[in-house]
């Protein structure tokens, strides 16, 4: 089970982007590398295209990041938190905050 998902929002723990925070767009290489939306931001050179309209210039994207990097945000307690896995009494399995022994995974 992956501690960092798709939809969670995170907080940058290490690197240029130290202490923003952001949503995790998706997740790549096998889970070891995530894109943050406004996380890891690199200029680009594209080249035109003009078979399919696009314009050539200088581009912003959003470059992967190391889940070392990163931390689930706590709203409760407002900074990063590491996040555990706890099995229920009916078998499921739920990831919870470890600051404030909160259920990441609420099933409503």
Not at 55 to 77: C, E, F, L, Q, W
């Amino acid at each position: 089970m992956n501690k960092i998902r798709k939809g969670d929002e995170v907080i940058v723990i290490a690197g240029k982007d130290k202490g923003k925070k952001g949503t995790v767009l998706s997740v790549v290489n096998g889970g070891e590398r995530l894109l943050v939306d406004g996380i890891n931001v690199a200029k680009k050179n594209v080249k035109a295209n003009p078979n399919t309209g696009e314009r050539g210039g200088i581009v912003a994207k959003t470059m992967p990041i190391h889940r070392s990097n990163v931390m689930v945000y706590d709203p409760a307690k407002q900074k990063g938190s590491r996040v555990g896995i706890r099995v229920l009494k009916d078998g499921q399995r739920v990831r919870f905050l470890k600051a404030s022994d909160q259920l990441v995974d609420v099933k409503e």
